[in-house]
């Protein structure tokens, strides 16, 4: 079946613009995570959304960052006022129920964000 | 403060011989731990894990070892094949329960034919 779809795949902005990247999880999986891995990096988790619980915001760098998902689908991250240090790549990962910790995460392809 | 060490950023291995790839934690209260692979411009695939109950794991080519006392886990892969080279992830879910990762800074995998 289909897995993890991100996009866009690539994007360049300006320094001071606004992002969305949008993610498109495996159908039928009720638990969602942003993570981004920045040059040098390993994933670095930004936010976790549980079927319709209040998302875990904890690992949101700064109030520039925000998500929303609707229902169990789609997911949206929007970084506002973008910095340099915002460029990395950005991956979405999904998985089937996230109340066990050996539920697996499927992650799509990412995300490479640059801001200049 | 970083919670699961990689401290090997890259490793070369010949086609046909054992990879081992290391990784350290320090957080005592983690319970699980996953090995993801990644490919360029791809994101990461699962690849093995491990319970804290077991001190090994099997799955083909690929075994996890965890020594619980020392707090570290490595992941052979035996034969190793060209196919293999990829960046190497170790990762332990943040709380039992609540299964956001946190990752290591990874390991570079070349296996050279």
Same mark, same amino acid.
């Given at each position: 079946?289909?897995?993890?779809?991100?996009?866009?795949?690539?994007?360049?902005?300006?320094?001071?613009?606004?992002?969305?990247?949008?993610?498109?999880?495996?159908?039928?999986?009720?638990?969602?995570?942003?993570?981004?891995?920045?040059?040098?990096?390993?994933?670095?988790?930004?936010?976790?959304?549980?079927?319709?619980?209040?998302?875990?915001?904890?690992?949101?760098?700064?109030?520039?960052?925000?998500?929303?998902?609707?229902?169990?689908?789609?997911?949206?991250?929007?970084?506002?006022?973008?910095?340099?240090?915002?460029?990395?790549?950005?991956?979405?990962?999904?998985?089937?129920?996230?109340?066990?910790?050996?539920?697996?995460?499927?992650?799509?392809?990412?995300?490479?964000?640059?801001?200049? | 403060?970083?919670?699961?060490?990689?401290?090997?950023?890259?490793?070369?291995?010949?086609?046909?011989?054992?990879?081992?790839?290391?990784?350290?934690?320090?957080?005592?209260?983690?319970?699980?731990?996953?090995?993801?692979?990644? *490919?360029?411009?791809?994101? =990461? !695939? %699962?690849?093995?894990?491990?319970?804290?109950?077991?001190? /090994?794991?099997?799955?083909?080519?690929?075994?996890?070892?965890?020594?619980?006392?020392?707090?570290?886990?490595?992941?052979?892969?035996?034969?190793?094949?060209?196919?293999?080279?990829?960046? *190497?992830?170790?990762?332990? =879910? !943040? %709380?039992?329960?609540?299964?956001?990762?946190?990752?290591? /800074?990874?390991?570079?995998?070349?296996?050279?034919?």
């Amino acid at each position: 079946g289909a897995g993890v779809s991100q996009s866009p795949s690539n994007k360049v902005t300006e320094k001071g613009k606004d992002v969305e990247l949008r993610c498109d999880p495996i159908s039928g999986h009720t638990a969602l995570y942003w993570y981004r891995q920045r040059l040098g990096q390993g994933l670095e988790f930004l936010i976790y959304f549980q079927g319709n619980s209040a998302p875990d915001k904890s690992g949101l760098p700064s109030d520039r960052f925000s998500a929303e998902r609707t229902g169990e689908s789609v997911s949206t991250l929007t970084i506002q006022r973008t910095q340099q240090e915002d460029s990395a790549v950005y991956l979405c990962a999904s998985s089937s129920s996230g109340g066990a910790s050996t539920d697996t995460q499927y992650f799509g392809p990412g995300t490479r964000l640059t801001v200049l | 403060d970083q919670q699961v060490k990689q401290n090997s950023p890259s490793l070369s291995v010949q086609e046909g011989r054992i990879s081992i790839l290391n990784c350290d934690y320090t957080n005592s209260m983690f319970d699980y731990f996953l090995w993801y692979k990644k *490919y360029p411009a791809e994101g =990461p !695939t %699962f690849l093995i894990s491990i319970s804290s109950i077991k001190d /090994k794991n099997e799955d083909g080519r690929f075994t996890v070892f965890l020594n619980k006392s020392a707090k570290h886990l490595s992941l052979h892969i035996v034969p190793s094949q060209p196919g293999d080279s990829a960046v *190497y992830f170790c990762a332990a =879910p !943040t %709380f039992s329960g609540n299964t956001p990762l946190v990752f290591g /800074k990874g390991t570079r995998l070349s296996v050279i034919a």
